[in-house]
């Protein structure tokens, strides 16, 4: 028999022995990683144990926390981003029932809320333009009311500039 295979059973033996000694409905897993070397991970564990009550109990009594890095909490928040920015898109939304709802709900209401400030600042652009070409043709008004408002335009299409139409 194979080391790896020899240690797998020797491993399980003793948590089998062990959780025999536990109390009802307490669970047990071994995790035996090397720095860098993933492929030499070895993950034991009881029959039934939920893995989210795992992490769970890493955070609770293990130090596992928000801060520092690990592929989990890049790939979670990953993919949060990617339902913030598809809701703001209004494009692919998660299945129906899916954790990632939440978060492509608010990208959709920030989204929905830009569309209407676009159209709420083209709208104003269109009509001080026309006071704009009335008060240029009708001529005797305060040329600094002009000015401003021609200022106002110029921010007004520079912002515009950017969004497509």
């Not at 709802?101 to 083209?122: C, N, P, S, T, V």
């Amino acid at each position: 028999m194979p080391a790896t295979q020899r240690f797998h059973q020797t491993a399980n033996d003793c948590l089998e022995r062990l959780a025999a000694d536990l109390w009802p409905d307490a669970k047990l897993a071994l995790v035996i990683y090397t720095p860098g070397k993933p492929e030499l991970d070895i993950v034991l564990k009881d029959s039934g144990l939920n893995v989210d009550e795992v992490v769970s109990t890493l955070r609770r009594r293990g130090g596992l926390g928000l801060d520092g890095e690990n592929i989990y909490k890049r790939l979670l928040c990953d993919a949060i981003v990617g339902a913030l920015a598809f809701g703001k898109q209004n494009s692919n939304p998660p299945p129906a029932d899916h954790w990632g709802q939440e978060f492509w709900d608010i990208g959709r209401a920030e989204g929905a809320r830009q569309e209407e400030l676009i159209h709420a600042l083209r709208l104003a652009r269109k009509e001080l333009d026309a006071c704009q070409r009335v008060i240029h043709y009708a001529g005797g008004f305060d040329p600094a009311y002009v000015d401003d408002a021609q200022a106002a335009l110029k921010v007004a299409d520079a912002a515009l500039e950017t969004i497509p139409a």
